[in-house]
């Protein structure tokens, strides 16, 4: 059993006609994920696992810049219950070396209270590791993404003025190389956590209308294991 928690920031990079250029950002607690994992097959140096989690909705969607509400990519959480389920192999090719792939899907369950509900995703990633040491291992990564388009509107959100408060348009989908570095510890109190940081950049991007294209991204998560 697996409980995730995370903190997120974000910053974004307008350009308007009329008033020039200008920043938002927004940042706070995100989504609290608790995932369950089933190994159904251990073989050879290879596993395969099934993992099903459920993702309770205390990331804020309420992020305001001079009392109007922000738009949608600038949220932090999804305001909705959410089915998480996915299946994963892992193999070693010796002591040093594994490669593995992942298939997730987020299915959310309800609306919020805002109005809408975000799309569902499915996510399918491959990747090929490294291991250094006992506690620092690399990585090279694949990741596939496909975000439907919301559903409902956030009604205090001027759609016409900005294509991210447009919900027709938040549906994309993204293929990117990502570089990896984990740290797993062994020792003292922090016996069974983990650290990973990822550097990325999208290879393929496709939109469902006008919407911000991504430049790179830095992923970091922090892992409790019981």
Partial sequence: TMIMGSFIQ???????????????????????????LYQ?????????QVNLGVSLPTGDINQ???DNRLAYPMQIGSGSYELLP????????NKSYSYGGQINSIFRLDG????????????VTTWFARKLNNTISTSTRLNYKKIEAIE?????????????ANSAFQGR???????????????????????????????????????LRQDYKIVAGWQKLW
């Fill in 152 to 164: 409902g509107l956030d009604s205090s959100l001027r759609a016409n003025m900005m294509p991210t």
């Fill in 86 to 93: 996915g299946i994963s192999y892992h193999s070693y090719i």
């Fill in 173 to 211: 989908e993204t293929l990117d190389l990502l570089f990896g570095v984990n740290f797993i510890m062994h020792h003292s109190f922090l016996q069974g956590n983990r650290l990973a940081i990822e550097f990325g950049i999208p290879a393929y991007q496709a939109t469902s209308g006008l919407a």
């Fill in 112 to 123: 919020n209270k805002n109005g809408y509900k975000l799309g569902d995703e499915y996510n």
């Fill in 64 to 66: 305001k810049y001079n």
């Fill in 40 to 48: 159904f097959y251990n073989k050879n140096s290879s596993k395969a």
């Fill in 10 to 36: 974000k910053d974004m990079d307008n350009v308007n006609r009329i008033t020039g250029d200008f920043k938002r950002n927004s940042e706070e607690v995100g989504e609290t994920k608790v995932n369950a």
